[in-house]
């Protein structure tokens, strides 16, 4: 399983991420010369990190800062996955309806399925429990 991208459906808000081939960095960096002396933690790397998580269908944590901010009810995230078989997964994961997930899978990577209706999603809206089910077996997660 390697990560290919995440994006959401408000993209000037929360810009695509590419997931390249080999090593990944993510870099934060301050580009106000003002702010270059405070401090260079909390500038989004863990966030980043936990995005990955809830698209992954972690499980839903009442701190974490997209359920103690209205501002993240109406965002969507989505998650493209390349399998071991060289296909791909999409992960739907609304903020709203963070109990359930969707899927689809496609064979051509960076795909934009923001706008994509229920029906053409090979599942929809999947309860946690089965989400989590179907996910492990679209990844063919066999080692975990």
């Given at each position: 399983m390697k990560l290919s991208k995440i994006y959401?459906?408000?993209p000037r808000r929360f810009r695509t991420v590419s997931?390249?081939?080999g090593l990944n960095v993510v870099l934060g960096r301050i580009k106000e010369v003002k702010a270059r002396d405070k401090d260079t933690h909390n500038l989004g790397k863990t966030l980043f990190a936990q995005m990955i998580d809830f698209c992954l269908l972690k499980?839903?944590?009442?701190?974490?800062?997209?359920y103690n901010n209205d501002r993240f009810d109406?965002?969507?995230f989505f998650l493209e996955v390349e399998t071991h078989a060289g296909e791909?997964?999409?992960?739907?994961?609304?903020?709203n309806e963070a109990s359930k997930g969707a899927f689809k899978r496609h064979k051509t990577p960076?795909?934009?399925f923001s706008e994509l209706p229920e029906k053409?999603?090979?599942?929809w809206n999947l309860p946690f429990d089965k989400a989590k089910e179907v996910l492990d077996g679209l990844l063919d997660l066999t080692v975990l």
């Open positions: 959401s459906n408000f997931i390249n081939e499980k839903r944590d009442a701190d974490f800062f997209l109406d965002f969507v791909y997964v999409t992960v739907r994961r609304s903020v960076d795909q934009d053409k999603w090979d599942h």
